[in-house]
């Protein structure tokens, strides 16, 4: 794990700071000594409480995702998200990335949840990437072929979270419900990114450091459109950049937008592979599923078509 990315976490029981683990720890340990298991797998679970009322992603879903990633449909995504995010950090790049700055990074889980300032501040200009709904970590494994940054993944899916800690070894990949305070010091990062996932914007806005930017990847109109019906996709929101942009503005500008448009040619198991990684993913029976593509034809050329959008804080 990346000595910073341990920094920046705060524990969500009292909201101090954590102590880096050692090799083959099998918990990770707050400075006020709440321990949180680290799995196995890698990943650490944070939630505490009730957890989350939303439903994880099932293991069926993540294999089916692993999957149609595995065969480079999203390829062309993960590149232009890769060079988006890499040309940022390159930009507003404020010093050198260091593993192995000394002390804890300050801010607060929730209002009332405060912890003085400590000399580590120095640390925030280590670059740090929060990959806000990380799921199999495929899209932050490009991201890291373009750039050496320090990462925290948050994901609810435990089992996306095995899949994203074999993935990418070196990111503190955890257990968490994005809706909640995240567990991170405010101004702690350089760049959050989400991919298809919850956007809680007060919260990316809180742990942001100032000129730190919000990377969002969100699908266009007629994205998969040729599959819709059979795979029993589930409608796309109307209006979906608007209402973006309304649900950001309060903290966040958008600064560019980029389309990325192509064809992919699915075959029948892929068609279904779509359909369960994603949301419908909960809803569809997957024997009727396979039924219903059955009847396609053996290939079919699929649009692909999203919409990659960055934000910069308000001023």
């Not at 320090?150 to 257990?175: F, H, M, Q």
Request: aromatic share 6%; charged share 20%; net charge negative.
């Amino acid at each position: 794990m990346y000595h910073s990315a341990v920094q920046a976490l705060l524990c969500p029981v009292c909201a101090d700071s954590f102590d880096l683990p050692a090799a083959g720890a099998a918990a990770l340990v707050c400075r006020s000594g709440h321990n949180f298991d680290i799995a196995k797998q890698g990943y650490v679970n944070l939630l505490t409480g009730a957890g989350t009322r939303f439903t994880a992603d099932t293991a069926q879903m993540v294999e089916a995702r692993a999957a149609f990633l595995a065969a480079g449909h999203y390829r062309p995504l993960a590149e232009a998200l890769a060079d988006m995010v890499a040309g940022q950090l390159s930009n507003h790049a404020t010093g050198p990335l260091s593993h192995h700055a000394a002390g804890p990074l300050t801010g607060q889980l929730s209002e009332g949840q405060h912890r003085p300032p400590s000399a580590a501040e120095a640390a925030r200009h280590q670059d740090l990437l929060v990959d806000a709904g990380t799921g199999t970590g495929y899209y932050l494994e490009e991201i890291h072929r373009r750039v050496d940054v320090a990462s925290v993944g948050l994901d609810i899916s435990k089992y996306a979270l095995r899949r994203a800690a074999r993935t990418n070894p070196e990111t503190v990949n955890v257990a968490w419900d994005l809706w909640r305070p995240l567990p991170l010091a405010a101004g702690s990062a350089a760049a959050v990114v989400d991919v298809f996932a919850p956007r809680n914007a007060a919260e990316f806005a809180r742990i942001l450091r100032p000129g730190g930017f919000l990377a969002v990847v969100t699908p266009l109109p007629g994205h998969l459109a040729e599959i819709a019906q059979p795979a029993g996709l589930l409608a796309q929101q109307e209006h979906k950049q608007e209402a973006l942009e309304a649900s950001l503005s309060q903290f966040f500008r958008l600064t560019s937008t980029r389309q990325l448009e192509y064809q992919m040619e699915l075959d029948r198991q892929d068609v279904v592979r779509a359909a369960m990684m994603g949301p419908s993913g909960h809803h569809v029976d997957p024997a009727e599923l396979r039924d219903t593509v059955a009847q396609l034809q053996e290939t079919s050329l699929v649009s692909a078509r999203f919409r990659l959008s960055l934000f910069h804080q308000l001023d």
